[in-house]
Protein backbone atom coordinates (compact mmCIF):
# COMPACT_ATOMS: atom_id res chain seq x y z
CA UNK A 1 0.00 0.00 0.00
CA UNK A 2 1.00 3.30 -0.51
CA UNK A 3 1.90 6.05 2.37
CA UNK A 4 -1.04 8.03 1.53
CA UNK A 5 -3.02 4.75 2.38
CA UNK A 6 -1.32 3.68 5.33
CA UNK A 7 -1.75 6.67 6.41
CA UNK A 8 -5.89 6.63 5.70
CA UNK A 9 -5.78 3.22 7.65
CA UNK A 10 -4.21 4.56 10.46
CA UNK A 11 -6.58 7.43 10.74
CA UNK A 12 -9.63 4.62 10.47
CA UNK A 13 -8.07 2.23 13.22
CA UNK A 14 -8.12 5.80 15.35
CA UNK A 15 -11.88 6.09 14.54
CA UNK A 16 -12.78 2.33 15.43
CA UNK A 17 -11.15 3.10 18.24
CA UNK A 18 -13.33 5.94 19.27
CA UNK A 19 -16.37 3.58 17.85
CA UNK A 20 -15.75 0.48 19.64
CA UNK A 21 -16.72 1.96 23.78
CA UNK A 22 -20.55 2.84 22.73
CA UNK A 23 -21.22 0.21 19.71
CA UNK A 24 -24.40 -1.73 21.51
CA UNK A 25 -26.74 -0.43 19.05
CA UNK A 26 -27.77 -0.57 15.56
CA UNK A 27 -27.25 3.37 15.19
CA UNK A 28 -24.36 3.38 17.44
CA UNK A 29 -22.30 1.21 14.40
CA UNK A 30 -23.90 3.03 11.13
CA UNK A 31 -25.79 6.64 11.00
CA UNK A 32 -29.86 6.44 11.25
CA UNK A 33 -30.08 7.86 8.04
CA UNK A 34 -27.45 6.24 5.61
CA UNK A 35 -29.21 3.83 3.12
CA UNK A 36 -28.12 0.95 2.42
CA UNK A 37 -27.92 0.34 -1.70
CA UNK A 38 -25.34 -1.37 -3.62
CA UNK A 39 -25.51 1.57 -6.87
CA UNK A 40 -24.39 4.01 -4.17
CA UNK A 41 -20.60 4.59 -2.72
CA UNK A 42 -19.70 4.36 0.68
CA UNK A 43 -16.21 5.75 0.63
CA UNK A 44 -17.00 8.32 2.38
CA UNK A 45 -17.98 5.79 5.64
CA UNK A 46 -15.05 4.07 5.51
CA UNK A 47 -14.24 4.95 8.76
CA UNK A 48 -17.03 3.07 9.77
CA UNK A 49 -16.13 0.09 8.21
CA UNK A 50 -13.68 -1.55 11.09
CA UNK A 51 -16.06 -0.94 13.57
CA UNK A 52 -18.98 -2.88 12.28
CA UNK A 53 -15.87 -5.24 11.68
CA UNK A 54 -15.66 -5.53 15.24
CA UNK A 55 -19.38 -5.48 15.92
CA UNK A 56 -19.86 -8.61 13.88
CA UNK A 57 -16.46 -10.69 15.28
CA UNK A 58 -17.83 -10.17 18.38
CA UNK A 59 -21.26 -10.13 18.66
CA UNK A 60 -22.70 -14.17 19.10
CA UNK A 61 -24.80 -14.91 16.17
CA UNK A 62 -27.87 -15.20 17.56
CA UNK A 63 -27.81 -11.71 19.10
CA UNK A 64 -29.38 -8.98 16.73
CA UNK A 65 -30.31 -10.47 13.83
CA UNK A 66 -31.39 -7.03 12.14
CA UNK A 67 -28.20 -5.50 13.20
CA UNK A 68 -26.15 -8.12 11.56
CA UNK A 69 -28.08 -8.32 8.68
CA UNK A 70 -27.73 -4.41 7.86
CA UNK A 71 -24.11 -4.31 8.39
CA UNK A 72 -23.32 -7.43 6.58
CA UNK A 73 -25.03 -5.95 3.45
CA UNK A 74 -23.12 -2.46 4.44
CA UNK A 75 -19.32 -4.07 4.62
CA UNK A 76 -20.47 -5.81 0.66
CA UNK A 77 -21.53 -2.61 -0.86
CA UNK A 78 -18.60 -0.96 0.58
CA UNK A 79 -15.69 -3.57 -0.98
CA UNK A 80 -17.90 -3.50 -3.85
CA UNK A 81 -16.62 -0.06 -3.90
CA UNK A 82 -13.78 0.06 -2.99
CA UNK A 83 -10.33 -0.25 -5.06
CA UNK A 84 -7.76 -0.67 -2.99
CA UNK A 85 -8.80 -4.04 -1.02
CA UNK A 86 -9.72 -6.99 -2.86
CA UNK A 87 -10.83 -9.85 -1.05
CA UNK A 88 -9.97 -13.44 -2.74
CA UNK A 89 -12.64 -15.92 -2.26
CA UNK A 90 -11.06 -19.50 -1.91
CA UNK A 91 -12.44 -22.72 -2.93
CA UNK A 92 -11.82 -23.82 0.89
CA UNK A 93 -14.27 -21.21 1.79
CA UNK A 94 -17.09 -23.39 0.88
CA UNK A 95 -16.24 -25.61 4.05
CA UNK A 96 -16.42 -22.74 5.84
CA UNK A 97 -19.83 -21.70 4.39
CA UNK A 98 -21.02 -25.37 5.27
CA UNK A 99 -20.63 -24.97 8.68
CA UNK A 100 -22.18 -21.53 9.02
CA UNK A 101 -23.15 -19.13 5.99
CA UNK A 102 -22.42 -15.77 8.13
CA UNK A 103 -18.67 -17.18 7.81
CA UNK A 104 -18.73 -16.06 4.63
CA UNK A 105 -19.30 -12.11 5.98
CA UNK A 106 -16.93 -12.92 8.70
CA UNK A 107 -14.01 -14.00 6.22
CA UNK A 108 -14.42 -11.02 4.39
CA UNK A 109 -14.32 -9.49 7.42
CA UNK A 110 -11.16 -10.22 8.79
CA UNK A 111 -9.59 -10.08 5.17
CA UNK A 112 -10.53 -5.83 5.27
CA UNK A 113 -9.73 -5.68 8.47
CA UNK A 114 -5.91 -6.83 8.44
CA UNK A 115 -5.48 -4.66 5.27
CA UNK A 116 -6.86 -1.53 6.79
CA UNK A 117 -5.29 -1.84 9.88
CA UNK A 118 -2.04 -3.31 8.80
CA UNK A 119 -1.44 -2.16 5.38
CA UNK A 120 -0.50 -5.69 4.29
CA UNK A 121 -2.40 -6.47 0.92
CA UNK A 122 -0.52 -9.44 0.37
CA UNK A 123 -2.57 -12.34 -0.39
CA UNK A 124 -1.12 -14.89 1.92
CA UNK A 125 -1.02 -12.06 4.82
CA UNK A 126 -4.49 -11.44 4.12
CA UNK A 127 -5.89 -14.62 3.74
CA UNK A 128 -4.14 -16.16 6.94
CA UNK A 129 -5.34 -12.98 8.94
CA UNK A 130 -9.20 -13.97 7.29
CA UNK A 131 -9.32 -17.89 8.38
CA UNK A 132 -7.99 -16.62 11.64
CA UNK A 133 -10.76 -14.65 12.28
CA UNK A 134 -13.08 -17.38 11.44
CA UNK A 135 -11.49 -19.87 13.38
CA UNK A 136 -11.30 -17.29 16.49
CA UNK A 137 -15.08 -16.79 16.16
CA UNK A 138 -16.02 -20.83 15.72
CA UNK A 139 -13.77 -21.16 18.61
CA UNK A 140 -15.37 -18.71 21.03
CA UNK A 141 -19.38 -19.07 19.57
CA UNK A 142 -19.58 -22.58 21.42
CA UNK A 143 -23.60 -22.67 20.06
CA UNK A 144 -22.43 -23.37 16.45
CA UNK A 145 -22.61 -26.83 15.62
CA UNK A 146 -19.39 -28.39 15.41
CA UNK A 147 -17.24 -29.29 12.08
CA UNK A 148 -14.67 -31.79 11.93
CA UNK A 149 -13.23 -29.57 9.15
CA UNK A 150 -13.22 -26.43 11.57
CA UNK A 151 -12.02 -28.36 14.95
CA UNK A 152 -8.89 -29.74 12.72
CA UNK A 153 -8.16 -26.48 11.62
CA UNK A 154 -8.06 -25.52 15.18
CA UNK A 155 -5.51 -28.18 15.52
CA UNK A 156 -3.36 -27.01 12.91
CA UNK A 157 -3.05 -23.27 14.53
CA UNK A 158 -2.65 -24.99 17.59
CA UNK A 159 0.20 -26.86 15.89
CA UNK A 160 1.81 -23.47 14.65
CA UNK A 161 1.34 -24.67 11.06
CA UNK A 162 -1.59 -22.55 9.36
CA UNK A 163 1.33 -20.75 7.21
CA UNK A 164 2.47 -24.27 5.73
CA UNK A 165 -1.29 -25.13 4.54
CA UNK A 166 -0.02 -22.31 1.92
CA UNK A 167 3.19 -23.69 0.99
CA UNK A 168 3.40 -24.98 -2.44
CA UNK A 169 7.23 -25.75 -2.32
CA UNK A 170 7.32 -29.17 -3.82
CA UNK A 171 7.21 -32.08 -1.56
CA UNK A 172 6.04 -30.35 1.25
CA UNK A 173 2.86 -31.03 3.28
CA UNK A 174 0.78 -29.14 2.56
CA UNK A 175 -2.50 -30.97 3.23
CA UNK A 176 -3.48 -32.52 6.74
CA UNK A 177 -5.51 -35.33 7.31
CA UNK A 178 -7.84 -36.45 10.86
CA UNK A 179 -9.35 -39.97 11.18
CA UNK A 180 -12.14 -39.98 14.03
CA UNK A 181 -12.30 -43.70 15.01
CA UNK A 182 -15.42 -45.39 16.25
CA UNK A 183 -13.88 -45.58 19.47
CA UNK A 184 -10.98 -45.06 21.91
CA UNK A 185 -10.26 -48.55 22.63
CA UNK A 186 -9.26 -51.18 20.27
CA UNK A 187 -10.31 -54.04 21.77
CA UNK A 188 -14.17 -55.63 20.96
CA UNK A 189 -16.41 -58.14 22.24
CA UNK A 190 -17.81 -60.18 19.11
CA UNK A 191 -21.30 -58.37 19.02
CA UNK A 192 -19.69 -55.03 18.55
CA UNK A 193 -18.92 -55.35 14.79
CA UNK A 194 -19.97 -52.32 13.91
CA UNK A 195 -17.89 -49.69 12.89
CA UNK A 196 -17.95 -46.35 10.68
CA UNK A 197 -14.99 -44.15 10.21
CA UNK A 198 -15.08 -40.47 9.41
CA UNK A 199 -11.97 -38.90 8.52
CA UNK A 200 -11.39 -34.88 7.20
CA UNK A 201 -8.60 -33.58 5.29
CA UNK A 202 -7.44 -29.63 4.85
CA UNK A 203 -5.88 -28.28 2.20
CA UNK A 204 -5.44 -24.84 1.13
CA UNK A 205 -3.76 -25.56 -2.15
CA UNK A 206 -6.53 -27.58 -3.67
CA UNK A 207 -9.67 -27.83 -1.85
CA UNK A 208 -12.39 -28.92 -3.87
CA UNK A 209 -9.61 -31.36 -5.62
CA UNK A 210 -8.56 -33.50 -1.91
CA UNK A 211 -8.47 -37.56 -3.47
CA UNK A 212 -9.37 -39.64 -0.54
CA UNK A 213 -8.82 -44.03 -0.36
CA UNK A 214 -9.14 -46.46 2.09
CA UNK A 215 -8.86 -50.29 2.55
CA UNK A 216 -9.19 -52.53 5.88
CA UNK A 217 -6.40 -54.96 6.01
CA UNK A 218 -7.59 -58.33 7.41
CA UNK A 219 -11.20 -57.71 5.62
CA UNK A 220 -10.20 -56.39 2.08
CA UNK A 221 -6.62 -55.36 1.41
CA UNK A 222 -7.21 -53.19 -2.07
CA UNK A 223 -7.56 -49.59 -2.18
CA UNK A 224 -11.10 -48.00 -2.45
CA UNK A 225 -11.12 -44.67 -3.94
CA UNK A 226 -13.50 -42.31 -2.43
CA UNK A 227 -15.09 -38.70 -2.46
CA UNK A 228 -16.79 -39.26 0.69
CA UNK A 229 -15.33 -38.61 4.31
CA UNK A 230 -17.27 -41.18 6.10
CA UNK A 231 -17.20 -45.19 5.50
CA UNK A 232 -19.05 -48.20 7.50
CA UNK A 233 -18.41 -51.87 8.20
CA UNK A 234 -21.71 -53.67 9.23
CA UNK A 235 -21.59 -57.55 10.80
CA UNK A 236 -17.48 -57.37 10.74
CA UNK A 237 -16.12 -61.19 11.59
CA UNK A 238 -13.85 -61.72 14.05
CA UNK A 239 -10.13 -61.09 13.68
CA UNK A 240 -7.31 -58.26 13.53
CA UNK A 241 -7.81 -55.38 11.46
CA UNK A 242 -6.00 -52.27 10.71
CA UNK A 243 -8.06 -49.73 8.73
CA UNK A 244 -6.07 -47.19 6.41
CA UNK A 245 -6.88 -43.96 4.83
CA UNK A 246 -5.00 -41.67 2.45
CA UNK A 247 -5.63 -38.19 1.83
CA UNK A 248 -3.92 -36.36 -1.34
CA UNK A 249 -4.09 -33.36 -3.82
CA UNK A 250 -3.02 -35.76 -6.69
CA UNK A 251 -4.89 -38.34 -8.43
CA UNK A 252 -1.69 -40.45 -8.09
CA UNK A 253 -1.79 -40.16 -4.05
CA UNK A 254 2.39 -38.84 -4.90
CA UNK A 255 3.00 -37.02 -1.75
CA UNK A 256 0.04 -38.38 0.44
CA UNK A 257 -0.77 -38.21 4.20
CA UNK A 258 -2.17 -41.47 6.18
CA UNK A 259 -4.18 -42.47 9.07
CA UNK A 260 -4.21 -45.59 10.76
CA UNK A 261 -6.42 -47.13 13.35
CA UNK A 262 -6.03 -50.97 14.24
CA UNK A 263 -8.48 -53.34 16.23
CA UNK A 264 -9.55 -56.79 16.68
CA UNK A 265 -12.59 -58.71 17.55
CA UNK A 266 -12.60 -61.11 19.76
CA UNK A 267 -13.93 -64.34 18.88
CA UNK A 268 -17.09 -66.08 20.06
CA UNK A 269 -16.93 -68.22 22.89
CA UNK A 270 -17.38 -71.47 20.58
CA UNK A 271 -14.05 -70.27 18.43
CA UNK A 272 -11.84 -70.17 21.44
CA UNK A 273 -9.66 -73.27 22.46
CA UNK A 274 -11.37 -74.71 25.66
CA UNK A 275 -14.16 -74.78 23.80
CA UNK A 276 -13.14 -75.82 20.52
CA UNK A 277 -11.31 -78.97 22.46
CA UNK A 278 -14.46 -79.74 23.85
CA UNK A 279 -15.91 -80.15 20.32
CA UNK A 280 -13.49 -81.84 18.78
CA UNK A 281 -14.33 -84.64 21.46
CA UNK A 282 -17.77 -84.43 20.43
CA UNK A 283 -17.19 -84.35 16.67
CA UNK A 284 -14.01 -82.35 15.19
CA UNK A 285 -15.72 -82.71 11.59
CA UNK A 286 -18.90 -81.00 12.37
CA UNK A 287 -17.15 -78.57 14.26
CA UNK A 288 -15.04 -77.18 11.47
CA UNK A 289 -17.94 -77.54 9.05
CA UNK A 290 -19.92 -75.29 11.16
CA UNK A 291 -17.24 -72.95 11.55
CA UNK A 292 -16.33 -72.20 7.90
CA UNK A 293 -19.80 -72.11 6.97
CA UNK A 294 -20.46 -69.65 9.48
CA UNK A 295 -17.77 -67.52 8.61
CA UNK A 296 -18.47 -67.64 4.60
CA UNK A 297 -22.10 -66.42 5.40
CA UNK A 298 -21.14 -63.88 7.55
CA UNK A 299 -18.64 -62.22 5.27
CA UNK A 300 -21.24 -62.75 1.95
CA UNK A 301 -23.93 -60.59 4.49
CA UNK A 302 -21.19 -58.15 5.49
CA UNK A 303 -20.12 -57.66 1.48
CA UNK A 304 -23.46 -57.29 0.59
CA UNK A 305 -24.46 -54.86 2.91
CA UNK A 306 -21.60 -53.21 2.40
CA UNK A 307 -22.54 -52.54 -1.06
CA UNK A 308 -25.91 -51.43 -0.09
CA UNK A 309 -24.11 -48.43 2.10
CA UNK A 310 -21.64 -47.73 -1.09
CA UNK A 311 -24.86 -47.11 -3.29
CA UNK A 312 -26.43 -44.93 -0.59
CA UNK A 313 -23.70 -42.87 0.11
CA UNK A 314 -23.12 -42.42 -3.31
CA UNK A 315 -26.64 -41.52 -4.14
CA UNK A 316 -26.50 -38.94 -1.30
CA UNK A 317 -23.59 -37.72 -2.70
CA UNK A 318 -25.32 -36.76 -5.56
CA UNK A 319 -27.68 -34.94 -3.94
CA UNK A 320 -25.45 -32.59 -1.85
CA UNK A 321 -24.30 -30.80 -4.54
CA UNK A 322 -21.99 -28.02 -3.23
CA UNK A 323 -22.68 -25.87 -6.34
CA UNK A 324 -26.80 -26.41 -5.78
CA UNK A 325 -26.17 -25.21 -2.24
CA UNK A 326 -23.89 -22.14 -2.80
CA UNK A 327 -26.28 -21.50 -5.78
CA UNK A 328 -29.65 -21.83 -3.01
CA UNK A 329 -28.18 -20.18 -0.31
CA UNK A 330 -27.11 -16.99 -2.79
CA UNK A 331 -31.27 -17.57 -3.70
CA UNK A 332 -31.86 -17.24 -0.20
CA UNK A 333 -29.87 -14.08 0.50
CA UNK A 334 -31.53 -12.24 -2.47
CA UNK A 335 -34.97 -13.55 -1.15
CA UNK A 336 -34.29 -11.99 1.99
CA UNK A 337 -33.50 -8.46 0.81
CA UNK A 338 -35.85 -8.65 -1.49
CA UNK A 339 -39.13 -10.50 -0.21
CA UNK A 340 -39.01 -11.98 3.26
CA UNK A 341 -42.27 -14.04 3.01
CA UNK A 342 -40.63 -15.35 -0.13
CA UNK A 343 -37.63 -16.51 1.54
CA UNK A 344 -39.49 -17.82 4.34
CA UNK A 345 -41.09 -20.44 2.00
CA UNK A 346 -38.22 -21.02 0.07
CA UNK A 347 -36.30 -22.01 3.40
CA UNK A 348 -38.91 -24.17 4.35
CA UNK A 349 -39.14 -25.93 0.93
CA UNK A 350 -35.09 -26.23 0.83
CA UNK A 351 -34.99 -27.53 4.49
CA UNK A 352 -37.96 -30.44 3.51
CA UNK A 353 -36.04 -31.17 0.32
CA UNK A 354 -32.76 -32.21 2.27
CA UNK A 355 -34.94 -33.66 5.42
CA UNK A 356 -36.71 -35.99 3.03
CA UNK A 357 -33.77 -36.75 1.13
CA UNK A 358 -31.74 -37.78 5.18
CA UNK A 359 -35.05 -39.89 5.58
CA UNK A 360 -35.87 -41.47 2.56
CA UNK A 361 -32.15 -42.92 1.62
CA UNK A 362 -32.11 -45.56 3.46
CA UNK A 363 -35.11 -47.10 1.90
CA UNK A 364 -35.25 -49.14 -0.86
CA UNK A 365 -39.06 -47.87 -2.26
CA UNK A 366 -41.15 -45.00 -1.08
CA UNK A 367 -44.41 -44.06 -2.39
CA UNK A 368 -44.95 -42.53 -5.56
CA UNK A 369 -47.10 -39.15 -3.44
CA UNK A 370 -43.96 -39.38 -1.05
CA UNK A 371 -41.33 -38.79 -4.01
CA UNK A 372 -44.04 -36.46 -5.75
CA UNK A 373 -43.48 -34.07 -2.72
CA UNK A 374 -39.87 -34.28 -2.49
CA UNK A 375 -39.80 -33.27 -6.28
CA UNK A 376 -41.95 -30.28 -5.62
CA UNK A 377 -39.95 -29.10 -3.21
CA UNK A 378 -36.84 -29.39 -5.59
CA UNK A 379 -38.77 -27.81 -8.61
CA UNK A 380 -39.86 -24.43 -6.20
CA UNK A 381 -36.07 -23.91 -4.84
CA UNK A 382 -35.11 -24.10 -8.69
CA UNK A 383 -37.88 -22.29 -9.83
CA UNK A 384 -36.85 -19.61 -7.62
CA UNK A 385 -33.78 -18.94 -9.85
CA UNK A 386 -35.60 -20.35 -13.41
CA UNK A 387 -38.64 -18.61 -13.27
CA UNK A 388 -41.22 -19.92 -16.10
CA UNK A 389 -37.63 -21.13 -18.01
CA UNK A 390 -38.35 -24.24 -16.24
CA UNK A 391 -41.90 -26.05 -15.93
CA UNK A 392 -42.85 -29.62 -14.98
CA UNK A 393 -46.29 -31.11 -15.74
CA UNK A 394 -47.57 -34.00 -14.37
CA UNK A 395 -50.72 -36.19 -15.07
CA UNK A 396 -50.17 -39.10 -12.31
CA UNK A 397 -54.05 -40.77 -11.21
CA UNK A 398 -54.50 -40.45 -7.62
CA UNK A 399 -55.31 -43.91 -7.06
CA UNK A 400 -51.40 -44.73 -8.82
CA UNK A 401 -50.06 -42.68 -6.25
CA UNK A 402 -51.37 -43.53 -3.16
CA UNK A 403 -50.33 -47.36 -4.34
CA UNK A 404 -47.14 -47.19 -6.52
CA UNK A 405 -44.09 -47.17 -5.90
CA UNK A 406 -40.33 -46.33 -7.06
CA UNK A 407 -36.32 -46.08 -5.91
CA UNK A 408 -36.65 -42.72 -3.12
CA UNK A 409 -35.18 -39.60 -5.17
CA UNK A 410 -35.04 -40.99 -8.54
CA UNK A 411 -37.70 -38.15 -9.88
CA UNK A 412 -35.27 -35.33 -8.32
CA UNK A 413 -32.47 -36.91 -10.05
CA UNK A 414 -33.84 -37.08 -13.23
CA UNK A 415 -35.42 -33.51 -13.25
CA UNK A 416 -31.52 -32.56 -12.05
CA UNK A 417 -29.77 -34.49 -14.94
CA UNK A 418 -32.57 -32.58 -17.19
CA UNK A 419 -31.46 -29.28 -16.07
CA UNK A 420 -27.92 -29.64 -16.26
CA UNK A 421 -27.98 -31.20 -19.49
CA UNK A 422 -30.34 -28.93 -21.33
CA UNK A 423 -30.56 -25.19 -22.13
CA UNK A 424 -33.38 -23.90 -19.43
CA UNK A 425 -34.08 -20.24 -20.74
CA UNK A 426 -37.11 -17.71 -21.43
CA UNK A 427 -36.72 -17.80 -24.98
CA UNK A 428 -35.85 -22.06 -24.72
CA UNK A 429 -38.10 -22.90 -21.45
CA UNK A 430 -37.58 -26.54 -20.90
CA UNK A 431 -40.76 -28.28 -19.89
CA UNK A 432 -40.59 -31.62 -18.44
CA UNK A 433 -43.52 -33.52 -18.10
CA UNK A 434 -43.88 -36.82 -15.78
CA UNK A 435 -46.58 -39.45 -16.85
CA UNK A 436 -48.26 -42.52 -16.26
CA UNK A 437 -48.22 -45.28 -19.08
CA UNK A 438 -49.32 -48.51 -18.03
CA UNK A 439 -47.00 -50.08 -15.12
CA UNK A 440 -44.50 -47.37 -16.51
CA UNK A 441 -43.87 -43.93 -14.84
CA UNK A 442 -42.88 -42.04 -18.13
CA UNK A 443 -40.57 -38.54 -17.76
CA UNK A 444 -39.94 -36.84 -21.05
CA UNK A 445 -37.70 -33.31 -21.85
CA UNK A 446 -37.23 -31.47 -24.84
CA UNK A 447 -33.12 -32.47 -25.91
CA UNK A 448 -31.85 -28.66 -25.81
CA UNK A 449 -28.37 -29.31 -25.74
CA UNK A 450 -26.08 -26.55 -24.38
CA UNK A 451 -23.19 -25.34 -26.02
CA UNK A 452 -21.09 -26.34 -22.97
CA UNK A 453 -21.66 -28.86 -21.17
CA UNK A 454 -20.89 -29.44 -17.82
CA UNK A 455 -18.48 -32.49 -17.04
CA UNK A 456 -21.18 -35.94 -15.32
CA UNK A 457 -20.69 -37.44 -12.76
CA UNK A 458 -21.83 -40.35 -14.14
CA UNK A 459 -24.08 -41.47 -11.49
CA UNK A 460 -26.99 -40.35 -12.22
CA UNK A 461 -29.36 -43.38 -14.56
CA UNK A 462 -26.62 -45.51 -13.81
CA UNK A 463 -27.29 -44.89 -10.01
CA UNK A 464 -30.91 -45.36 -10.27
CA UNK A 465 -29.97 -48.56 -11.96
CA UNK A 466 -28.33 -50.17 -9.34
CA UNK A 467 -30.99 -49.26 -6.75
CA UNK A 468 -33.96 -50.50 -8.63
CA UNK A 469 -31.42 -54.18 -9.29
CA UNK A 470 -31.48 -54.19 -5.44
CA UNK A 471 -35.35 -53.81 -5.05
CA UNK A 472 -36.65 -55.14 -8.33
CA UNK A 473 -36.00 -57.70 -11.10
CA UNK A 474 -37.50 -54.82 -13.33
CA UNK A 475 -34.73 -52.40 -14.98
CA UNK A 476 -35.40 -48.80 -16.15
CA UNK A 477 -35.31 -47.96 -20.01
CA UNK A 478 -34.17 -44.58 -21.49
CA UNK A 479 -33.07 -42.72 -24.17
CA UNK A 480 -33.84 -40.44 -26.81
CA UNK A 481 -37.20 -40.36 -29.04
CA UNK A 482 -38.55 -38.16 -31.59
CA UNK A 483 -36.58 -35.54 -29.85
CA UNK A 484 -37.57 -35.96 -26.84
CA UNK A 485 -35.75 -37.81 -24.04
CA UNK A 486 -37.16 -40.13 -22.45
CA UNK A 487 -36.69 -42.18 -19.39
CA UNK A 488 -39.22 -45.19 -17.97
CA UNK A 489 -39.07 -46.65 -15.09
CA UNK A 490 -40.88 -49.44 -13.22
CA UNK A 491 -44.06 -48.67 -11.11
CA UNK A 492 -43.55 -51.16 -7.66
Not at 247 to 270: G, K, L, R
Not at 336 to 361: C, F, G, W
Amino acid sequence: MCLSLRLYAFCAMLLALCYAAPIKAQDDVLPRDLVLDQRLSYNEYTHLVVPTIDWLQNTPLEKDLTQRRRLDNFLMYWLQKNDEVVVNMPDFLINFQNVHGEFYFIYTGGWIKHALTTGDTTRFGCSKAAVNSVLDFYEKNKTIRRSDYMDMLLRIREDNKLASLYDTSKGVINTYLHLKPPSDKHEFKPSENYFSFRYTAVSFINAKGIHYRYKLEGYYDKWIYSTEQVVTFPNLPPGSYVFRVQASIFPDFSNAVEETYDFSIAAPIWRRGWFITLMIIAGVVIVLLYMSGRERRLKDVANLQQERIVYEYEHLKSQVNPHFLFNSLNTLTSLIEDNPQKAIVYTENLSDLYRNMLTHRSRDLVLLSEELDILNNYIHIQKSRFGEALQLHTDIPEEVLRTKKIVPLALQLLIENAIKHNIVSRTQPLVITVTVLGDELIVRNPVQPKMSKEKSSGLGLANISKRYAVASKRSIAYGEENGMYTVRLPLL
